[in-house]
């Protein structure tokens, strides 16, 4: 797997080319490895946005278009640093692409990068030396396999496989490979700290039931998606209530930030509203997951419409609240005859349902209100049952 200018010449002149026919002309270029270029240009385009300073670096390798569409990205590789310690060694034992562990390189004192596949770990050598990375050991092995030989190390850093047979996606984290739950014990023989990445789809509350020592929960979100959870444990600790940090990163850049615990939660006495205030928020993403319903609420001061509706509202503003703030601008009790006459009034806007029972694109089709502009209309349920509209601009 190497590269010489000429390779990366093509690469750069094509980043925009059709792929099959690409494919297809690869003759007119005998002296091009048109399916690797063309792999290249693939995985290129999957790390545009995410990983822009791997992109802007055309010395870097990948080992498949899928090791791309997996990756950390930037904003959330960085975010992990604040797991290590300057003084720290780390072994990374599900290394892929090596973003992670590149991103750790750059605090910790010394990083093992572990990884199965050939081609990978290749790759690897080849991007952390263009990196100009020299506190990196790549070790081509199986993580599993080699647990009872791993380094003594302050740090495990494990990113299950969340793909099973036929390149089926799983979830639960039994499932993944490797086997965390099975595998645990023996890290905790190696160093005194795990930090696992799993799939935002996991349900948090089940999952520490499968990890022991779990100290931190890491809910990350980039522009209002969840990307990730980290769940850091701790070996003999006997922590039962975690610290859960919900992470945004809006569209500038901007990291919303709150923390709270499943006791905070369950203990947090709700206020909730008998009418709709002067202004309307709806929590980002990762409070969303986390299930930071009445945390919110009381930590902000703010009145829940519903128990499910996840929803809140005040009369005066909270300006550093997480997630979006809006001006309520009119409240509409939800009926037939609304949806046949609310067009001539709104005939667009930014369609949000919770706690409703019809979906964003049923309720389109009733009303006639097209997508986009600046209004915002959310439907929900009050306290008291009631089906309301609530029409909103943004703070």
């Known amino acids: 797997m190497k590269q010489t200018e000429e390779f990366r010449k093509f690469v750069k002149e094509h ?17 091009i490895d048109v399916p690797f270029a063309a792999d290249q240009i693939a995985a290129r385009r ?21 090791s791309a569409e997996q990756c950390s990205s930037e904003q959330t590789a960085l975010y992990k640093q604040r797991l ?8 990374d034992l599900t290394g892929g692409l090596g973003i992670d562990s590149y991103y750790f390189s750059r605090k910790a ?20 030396s263009a990196l100009g990375v020299d506190n990196i050991t790549v070790v081509e092995g199986d993580s599993s396999e080699l647990a009872s030989r791993l380094p003594r190390v302050d740090a495990f850093y494990i990113d299950p496989a969340r793909r099973g047979e036929g390149n089926k996606r799983v979830y639960a984290l039994q499932d993944c490979e490797p086997d965390l739950p099975a595998l645990l014990p023996e890290l905790f023989r190696h160093a005194p700290k ?11 509350q089940q999952t520490l039931e499968l990890l022991p020592g779990t100290t931190e929960v890491h809910v990350l979100s980039v522009k209002n998606e969840c990307k990730e959870l980290l769940f850091v444990m701790e070996c003999e600790t006997a922590v039962t209530l975690p610290v859960i940090h919900c992470i945004n990163y809006d569209s500038s850049g901007r990291e919303e930030a709150f923390a709270f615990t499943l ?48 929803l809140y509202t005040s009369d005066t503003v909270v300006e550093d609240f ?38 964003v694109e049923e309720l389109r089709k009733r009303t006639k209100i097209t997508d986009g502009g600046n209004v915002y209309l959310f439907a929900t349920t009050l306290a008291d049952s009631s089906k309301i509209l609530v029409k909103c601009s943004k703070l």
């Open 15 to 31: 980043a925009g080319d059709d792929l099959t026919r690409l494919l297809l002309s690869a003759s007119r270029y005998p002296s």
């Open 263 to 310: 006791q905070d939660e369950r203990s947090e006495v709700l206020q909730l509203a008998d009418q709709i205030g002067r202004f309307f928020y709806e929590p980002n993403a990762s409070l969303l997951k986390a299930g930071a319903f009445k945390s919110v609420a009381v930590r902000f001061g703010l009145a829940k419409l519903h128990v499910s509706s996840h």
């Open 194 to 204: 795990v930090i696992a990445k799993l799939s935002p789809m996991a349900d948090i």
């Open 109 to 128: 004192r010394q990083i093992t990068y572990i990884e199965r596949f050939p081609a990978y770990c290749d790759a690897a050598r080849n991007n952390f």
């Open 84 to 91: 290590v310690a300057e003084s720290d060694t780390l072994c």
């Open 46 to 66: 999957q790390i545009r946005e995410k990983l822009p300073s791997w992109y802007a670096n055309d010395a870097l390798l990948f080992p498949s278009k899928i």
């Open 322 to 359: 997480p997630g979006r703030c809006f001006v309520v601008e009119e409240v509409y009790p939800f009926s037939g005859k609304l949806c046949k006459s609310l067009s001539k009034d709104i005939p667009q806007a930014n369609m949000t349902v919770r706690n409703f029972p019809l979906s």
